[in-house]
């Protein structure tokens, strides 16, 4: 991409209130209960729900069920190669994994889901900054359409999803407010900003650093006014994304004749 030279548009061309174009792609695991491949501009997510027929030991007998999320950068996703985490998983990543997790049971009812355990995995095929939100952002709509297919094999009476959820970052460079931040701006960010929010625009998480000199009020209700218009957008392209799933996907397969509840 040739970066631009106009001084009032960003390196790939977006004015300041644009975030980059976002699209999914349906089911590329096989196995999986759903799967959806998020990009957002050169950022890429390969986003999995599967199932597990029980919880974990701590909530056994309590009738309600529990998401568990994991994630990881893959060893070319980045410009120089990342080791695999095995063993002993960096602090950013823990912090991110749960943050993933907490963000999606924000929109499920777990007493409907019953005693089982949604396992979503997020794995980062390409990192060019919002890994984290895009991963959410993604992990959602599996979500969505995973819970379709339970219901479609009988599994779930009712849809145990409460909430529409998606996530973006915002932040200061040079003393602007910028929605949706590339690795270029995200490098050099004076304060970097991930929201999440649900389908009401009401926040589930606010995650924010001054990297550099503290930030103002009026600048943090600036960067959260930019949230707002990116989360809003990105839940169109959610809702878009389940309506346009193809043939023989578990939202198709809903909305079959027949076919009991929906999304």
């Known amino acids: 991409m040739t970066p631009s030279t106009d001084p009032n548009l960003r390196r790939d061309g977006r004015t300041a209130t644009h975030q980059r174009p976002v699209q999914f792609q349906w089911d590329p695991l096989g196995f999986a209960l759903s799967s959806v491949l998020i990009a957002t501009g050169q950022t890429r997510v390969l986003c999995s729900v599967c199932l597990q027929e029980e919880v974990p ?4 007998g309590s009738g309600s069920g529990w998401l568990s999320a994991e994630y990881r950068l893959l060893p070319a996703s980045t410009p120089s ?9 960096s602090g950013r990543t823990q912090e991110i994994q749960r943050l993933i ?4 049971r924000a929109a499920l009812d777990l007493e409907a ?12 095929l390409q990192a060019d900054a919002g890994t984290r939100t895009a991963s959410i952002t993604g992990a959602w709509v599996a979500l969505a359409a995973a819970i379709a297919r339970l219901q479609r094999q009988q599994l779930l009476t009712s849809s145990p999803l409460k909430h529409q959820v998606a996530a973006i970052s915002v932040g200061l460079v040079a003393g602007e407010a910028l929605l949706d931040l590339d690795y270029s701006e995200d490098s050099r960010a004076d ?7 649900d389908d009401q625009l009401r926040l589930l998480e606010i995650q924010g650093t001054a990297e550099g ?24 392209a959610q809702r878009q994304a389940l309506d346009a799933a193809p043939a023989g996907s578990p ?8 076919a009991g509840g929906s999304t």
Request: aromatic share 2%.
């Open 57 to 60: 030991r701590w909530r056994r």
């Open 81 to 89: 190669r990342q080791s695999r985490e095995l063993m002993k998983l």
């Open 101 to 104: 997790g907490r963000s999606l």
């Open 113 to 124: 889901l019953g005693e089982r355990t949604l396992l979503v995995d997020c794995d980062v």
């Open 191 to 197: 304060v970097d900003l991930n929201v999440v929010m």
């Open 213 to 236: 000199a503290p930030f103002s009020r009026s600048q943090l209700n600036s960067l959260l006014d930019l949230a707002d218009g990116g989360i809003h957008s990105l839940q169109q």
């Open 251 to 258: 939202l198709a397969l809903l909305a079959e004749p027949g």
